[in-house]
């Protein structure tokens, strides 16, 4: 039963009773704890480069295509809208959704796999760590810590975006940056995390999913008619043409995308409640206390989703024009790691005193934190500035 004062069902998070900041703060007279965490990753400087961070096309390729920014806040106005139906903590919700890709590299996952390959011998690269990272040390903002000092409830959702990291057959190895940071909160990383974050990550699916249709299509990576074979976007496709014959294209296409996120977030809910009432949770330590995830797709859902994701995945992301785009944007991030790790002289000041020795594992993390909070047009930039002679004379010794 949901609380009437509060709109909130029992298991959800709630401000009140927040397990806080690792650094006690005084209360916000004005708003809650999950706002004020909200409101501290909008100001982060690491949230505005996601405007200049890639989704799936480098940033330069064109002002129509979504950025790592674009696609947070697509998320956040799903996730918002399925914590707000099903009784949970829709500012916590929202904050997850804003913050659950502040650690991806430039390049989006081109950029990500060539890191985790060049720190595969110093503890390993993941962004989902490294927004850990950034919002509990990265992020300088504040005279008393490093990081945005947030709740441990938005901690825990970032960490666990995809679900327990420990306490399973087949458990990785923790990631550097969340192993160090256990040491400090517990994030009891062997649990599944709130409905919160629940409703955040299943978003992020829906979201990712049709933004990609519509990239693929104004790209011209493959046609309508070539996605009509994932019949569940092929059915909408034709609802939509039977319903408005003789409608344009594009917004066919658009027609289309705003149906099947409405049929994917509608079958959220449905599953969602059905696993509710069949669970019964009384708090939000029994849907973290459950063996699968409470907010979740249903299984033809599921089979939908996997479905569009392998025709994604041959005729979107292993297109050749994109297998181009993202060879050179590994080189650009390999070559700036190789030179980083053997030079760290080479990084800027403030950078480069806090360096090792070359090649040891506390420059490369180093050298990961720096290349992981570039930009796609400053990586560009840099590589241009150290690899390419011929910009010698407008490099920065022009400026001394």
Not at 9 to 28: D, Q
Not at 49 to 63: A, M, S
Not at 201 to 225: E, K, P, W
Not at 226 to 243: L, N, P, Q, S
């Amino acid at each position: 039963m949901t609380n009437i004062i509060t709109g909130l069902a029992p298991y959800a998070c709630t401000p009140e009773t927040s397990r806080g900041r690792l650094y006690r703060e005084p209360e916000s007279e004005t708003r809650t704890c999950f706002q004020r965490d909200r409101d501290r990753i909008i100001h982060a400087g690491a949230f505005r480069r996601l405007q200049y961070k890639t989704q799936v096309f480098v940033n330069h390729e064109g002002d129509f295509f979504r950025t790592r920014l674009t696609h947070s806040l697509e998320v956040s106005q799903i996730a918002r809208s399925i914590a707000r139906s099903l009784g949970l903590a829709e500012y916590l919700a929202e904050t997850l959704a804003l913050a659950h890709d502040l650690g991806h590299t430039a390049f989006g996952h081109a950029g990500e796999y060539e890191m985790e390959a060049r720190m595969e011998d110093f503890g390993g690269f993941d962004h989902n760590a490294q927004s850990l990272r950034v919002v509990t040390a990265l992020e300088h903002r504040y005279a008393q810590f490093d990081g945005l000092n947030l709740t441990w409830e938005t901690l825990e959702g970032i960490v666990k975006h995809n679900g327990p990291l420990t306490g399973f057959e087949g458990a990785r190895r923790l990631p550097w940056a969340i192993s160090e940071y256990a040491k400090l909160q517990d994030l009891e990383l062997d649990t599944f995390a709130s409905g919160e974050a629940q409703a955040a990550a299943v978003s992020d699916d829906v979201a990712y999913n049709n933004h990609d249709i519509d990239d693929g299509l104004r790209a011209g990576l493959f046609s309508i008619d070539d996605i009509r074979e994932v019949d569940f976007v092929g059915k909408v496709f034709a609802d939509v043409e039977k319903t408005y014959p003789g409608l344009d294209r594009s917004r066919t296409i658009h027609e289309t995308i705003r149906r099947l996120i409405g049929k994917m977030v509608e079958d959220i809910l449905t599953e969602s409640r059905k696993r509710i009432s069949d669970a019964a949770p009384k708090s939000a330590g029994d849907i973290r206390a459950f063996d699968a995830p409470v907010i979740d797709f249903s299984d033809s859902m599921k089979k939908n989703d996997k479905e569009l994701k392998e025709f994604l995945f041959k005729n979107m992301y292993r297109h050749y024009k994109l297998n181009r785009m993202t060879t050179k944007a590994r080189r650009v991030v390999g070559d700036l790691f190789d030179l980083f790790l053997r030079d760290p002289g080479c990084l800027p000041d403030e950078w480069s005193v806090l360096a090792g020795k070359p090649e040891t594992e506390q420059t490369a993390r180093l050298v990961a934190d720096y290349i992981a909070g570039m930009t796609d047009r400053f990586a560009l930039d840099e590589h241009s500035r150290l690899f390419d002679i011929q910009n010698m004379a407008n490099d920065d010794m022009k400026k001394i």
